[in-house]
């Protein structure tokens, strides 16, 4: 069984930064996707930013220039958010995928706000 536990959330101002890390334990295929979703009220979970194994990555257009998506090894990630803005609140959710399968984190708030 795959688990993915995210940290590093938090109440910011804007402008301000935060790192986010999400590691995963358990059964992992080496050559896998790892990436970091939001999900705001009221709205529908989007991509922020994806790496794969091999170091290609994936923006969404609105963090492009903000936000830096890293991983570590086959299985931990950390999403760099510099220049944070109201709009970027949001509840993070980690996710690995691999040959059809995916597991998702439990997520951590980012809240931006003076």
């Known amino acids: 069984q795959v688990q993915l536990v995210e940290s590093g959330g938090g109440l910011v101002q804007p402008g301000g930064a935060l790192r986010l890390s999400c590691a995963a334990s358990?059964?992992?295929?080496?050559?896998?996707?790892m990436g970091w979703y939001r999900q705001a009220p009221g709205k529908e979970r989007e991509l922020v930013a994806a790496i794969a194994s091999g170091g290609s990555t994936n923006y969404a257009d609105s963090v492009k220039g903000r936000f830096t998506i890293s991983r570590e090894n086959a299985k931990k990630v950390y999403l760099q958010m510099n220049s944070l803005k109201p709009e970027d609140t949001a509840v993070y959710y980690c996710r690995i995928n691999w040959s059809g399968f995916s597991s998702w984190g439990q997520g951590t708030q980012v809240t931006v706000s003076s």
């Open positions: 358990g059964t992992i295929f080496s050559l896998n996707v």
